[in-house]
């Protein structure tokens, strides 16, 4: 029973296309976060989301846009794919609270765009 | 200047050594602090975390916060070549819950 799941794996798709990476978390928590790694390994917050606020990176470009249908989920859509775009992104969970907060990450999806 | 700096590496100590890893942060409102393992490939996993000054052991683990001098610290005791890997510091600020981390420090053990 995976705590924190992303599908797919793996994406490999062409610059212009538009794209989705579903993430699903079963462990009740309160906030969801995206974040995206880039070839260098550095770890950048994109998004995080609870049921009352969504905290945009005002780095990430408006093509990126994170979608809650509930608690459980948070999707990531990306229009007009671009090179740059390639990288692998990870969904993350956490509750929200004093001291811990700290967070569980999916197992990332390896977007390659050519 | 980065939120969070770590010496990415990388660090080679011997197998039974201590390996120490060392972050710093900008932001002097950060509460919370956090060490993750990042294996080749993986997904973040976290080791420990931290909120008050001083020492916080966990096993062959140990974390330290300076939060005058903005640091924190992590200390491997009894490495062993399973501990080879990424070591990622993060900082949370509570405000806007954001999450800032650090580009990580790679380890090697050597058997």
């Known amino acids: 029973d995976t705590a924190v799941s992303q599908t797919p794996k793996y994406l490999v798709t062409q610059m212009g296309n538009d794209k989705s990476i579903k993430c699903e978390q079963n462990?009740?928590?309160?906030?969801m976060y995206w974040y995206k790694q880039d070839s260098k390994k550095f770890l950048k917050i994109m998004f995080s989301?609870?049921?009352?606020?969504?905290?945009i990176n005002e780095t990430v470009p408006n093509r990126f846009s994170p979608k809650s249908p509930d608690k459980a989920h948070l999707n990531l859509h990306i229009n007009s794919l671009e090179l740059g775009d390639s990288a692998v992104y990870f969904c993350a969970s956490s509750q929200v609270g004093w001291g811990g907060y700290e967070q569980y990450f999916g197992p990332g999806t390896r977007l390659t765009v050519t | 200047q980065k939120e969070v700096e770590q010496n990415s590496g990388p660090l080679s100590v011997p197998e039974g050594a201590i390996a120490s890893l060392n972050c710093t942060y900008s932001d002097r409102g950060s509460q919370s602090f956090f060490w993750y393992r990042q294996y080749s490939g993986k997904s973040p996993e976290l080791i420990m975390f931290?909120?008050?000054?001083g020492d916080k052991e966990d096993g062959r683990f140990t974390a330290q916060l300076n939060k005058a001098s903005q640091y924190v610290s992590l200390l491997i005791r009894d490495s062993q070549p399973s501990d080879s890997a990424t070591y990622l510091c993060a900082v949370n600020r509570v405000t806007g819950n954001q999450f800032y981390f650090g580009t990580g420090t790679s380890l090697t053990v050597i058997p």
């Open positions: 989301y609870n049921n009352k606020e969504l905290i």
């Open positions: 462990l009740g928590h309160d906030t």
């Open positions: 931290i909120y008050s000054n």
